[in-house]
């Protein structure tokens, strides 16, 4: 079975950083799209920034010029670099895998902004 297995949530203060990391634990490839998303409390879960199948990458408005996101094929990881954070970013954090058939999505990390 397959699992995406994200890692380095936690506390941080408003302005500080945290590195998110996804890893898939099988060798699959994600064609289709390879992404963050995130879910706050009461609202929708939304991109935060992913890869396309073609290879762009893509950013939430809000995520721009403060996140960034990296793969590494090698160790089949995600990356998320995130810079210069808001209160507004709390959420939990999920990885996503889309090919081909199929849909995976890791269990969450939670990020907690405090201002």
């Known amino acids: 079975q397959v699992q995406l297995v994200e890692s380095g949530g936690g506390l941080v203060q408003a302005g500080g950083s945290l590195r998110l990391s996804c890893v898939v634990s099988?060798?699959?490839?994600?064609?289709?799209?390879f992404a963050w998303y995130r879910q706050a409390p009461g609202k929708q879960r939304e991109l935060v920034a992913g890869?396309?199948?073609?290879?762009?990458?893509n950013y939430a408005d809000s995520t721009k010029g403060r996140f960034t996101i990296s793969r590494d094929y090698d160790k089949k990881a995600l990356f998320l670099q995130m810079n210069s954070l808001k209160p507004e970013d709390t959420a939990d954090y999920y990885c996503?895998?889309?090919?081909?058939?199929?849909?995976?999505w890791g269990q969450g990390t939670q990020v907690t902004v405090s201002s």
């Open positions: 890869f396309s199948s073609g290879g762009r990458t």
């Open positions: 996503n895998c889309r090919g081909p058939g199929y849909d995976y």
């Open positions: 099988k060798s699959i490839f994600c064609f289709n799209g």
